[in-house]
């Protein structure tokens, strides 16, 4: 009452205040829908950001409501030899040491 002379609460300006701005979370969004498989290091290097590497996980989950998936690589997929059949590659012979 004695600052403002009315007994009104005040407004929720305290605290502090957010790193990255609305236009910074629009970037988010839109570097997520370009790569949708981007890891939180590449986002931060990408966007030149100096956060630390658990906060893009916040800001995908609760800024912009994003749950992550894990990718799941099936066999065929994959870039091992015995998936891709080129088995041959993966023979090993033994040989005898003769110390």
């Not at 981007?38 to 990408?46: A, K, P, Q, S, V």
């Amino acid at each position: 009452m004695r600052e403002t002379g009315s007994v009104e609460p005040r407004t929720g300006n305290c605290g502090r205040k957010p790193k990255l701005s609305g236009e910074d979370l629009k970037r988010v969004d839109k570097a997520i829908q370009a790569q949708p498989d981007i890891t939180f290091g590449e986002l931060i290097m990408n966007l030149e950001w100096d956060i630390s590497e658990s906060r893009p996980g916040r800001i995908v989950r609760e800024k912009l409501g994003y749950s992550l998936k894990k990718k799941v690589i099936h066999a065929s997929e994959q870039e091992r030899p015995r998936c891709t059949g080129k088995a041959s590659g993966m023979e090993r012979t033994y040989e005898r040491n003769t110390r």
